[in-house]
């Protein structure tokens, strides 16, 4: 057996011929099925160019597209009791945490900074969806809370963009708990005269619909995104009849009064700064663009 040719020769051929393909090289657009370059979409804030789809944004870069340069300090949130209830179906909710974890790089489903926003101070909480489907269990129940503490010691704005399943089950009655106290949270906010503004993304639903998430004074949605209690599936099942056409859709809910704006990713930032320094009579900086247009639907008629 001669080693160099029958070993050595085909592995450096192997080398060479090699083509390391990232499994996120292209995106698919759910509405439309078109394939995009992921850093396409990735430079256009997650929105697919040409359907204007908007996908799901982690947390860590929707914070990044909030602050002034990128920069902000983070929120110290108290710990919780990991697994409280020693709670486990297929698996144990320990290890989905660690799991959940390892992917998205946070301690748990909502991470909050504090910053600048068109060098206004404000507070900034973010769900991130892909940490076990934004659910809410105590840990996020406490990131919240924490928000609504920074925001009132610092005299600022407090921005929450919700992206949630609803509660987290793992953790049973304790995360039911999270929907009063966060409700408190955003009740001290009010009577200290402080603005706050909800994000709703796609999806929003559940416990969090059901408390902060529909308390804010100011409620934008993303295009296309999906707000409310229980879904469409879910309701039709029930009631056994057909839904209207884009139901629970963003869109429909301005229609029907339920949100005050729904406005593109691209005007998100500059439609909170104004808010912000409106809510707070805060002089406008002599570059700050006028409040965009809000983003409407096409089939929305309006």
């Known amino acids: 057996m001669n080693w160099l040719t029958n070993v050595v020769r085909p592995k450096i051929r192997g080398l060479l011929n090699r083509r390391e393909t990232p499994e996120n090289l292209w995106i698919k657009c759910p509405e439309t099925g078109q394939l995009v370059f992921y850093k396409d979409v990735e430079a256009n804030q997650f929105v697919i160019p040409v359907s204007n789809y908007h996908m799901r944004m982690g947390a860590i870069a929707r914070l ?26 297929e698996r144990r909710y320990s290890d989905r945490l660690k799991d959940a974890r390892a992917k998205t790089g946070l ?30 269990g105590m840990a996020a129940g406490e990131a919240v809370i924490s928000g609504f503490a920074m925001a009132l010691g610092k005299g600022t704005p407090f921005i929450l963009f919700a992206a949630s399943g609803g509660a987290r089950m793992q953790e049973g009655i304790l995360s039911l708990m999270q929907l009063p106290r966060t409700t408190v949270g955003v009740q001290r906010l009010r009577e200290a005269r402080l603005p706050y503004i909800v994000v709703l993304t796609n999806p929003t639903t559940g416990g969090v619909t059901a408390s902060y998430g529909m308390l804010g004074d100011v409620h934008i949605a993303e295009p296309g995104a999906l707000v409310g209690f229980a879904g469409p599936r879910v309701i039709e099942q029930t009631i056994r009849e057909k839904l209207p056409e884009g139901f629970q859709k963003s869109e429909y809910l301005l229609d029907h009064g339920m949100v005050d704006m729904v406005v593109h990713r691209k005007n998100l930032r500059a439609t909170l700064a104004r808010l912000c320094r409106l809510l707070t009579r805060s002089p406008a900086l002599p570059d700050v663009a006028t409040l965009p247009v809000p983003y409407h639907h096409a089939a929305s008629g309006v």
Do not use: N, Y
Not at 81 to 86: F, G, R, T
Not at 122 to 135: E, K, L, N, T, Y
């Open 64 to 89: 990044k597209s909030m602050f002034d340069g990128e920069h902000w300090t983070d929120v110290e949130v108290p710990e919780v009791a990991v697994d409280p209830l020693k709670f486990r179906d």
């Open 107 to 136: 301690a748990d489903a909502v991470k909050v900074g504090f910053g600048k926003l068109d060098d206004l101070p404000v507070v900034i909480a973010v769900q991130d969806f892909d940490f076990m489907g934004g659910s809410l």
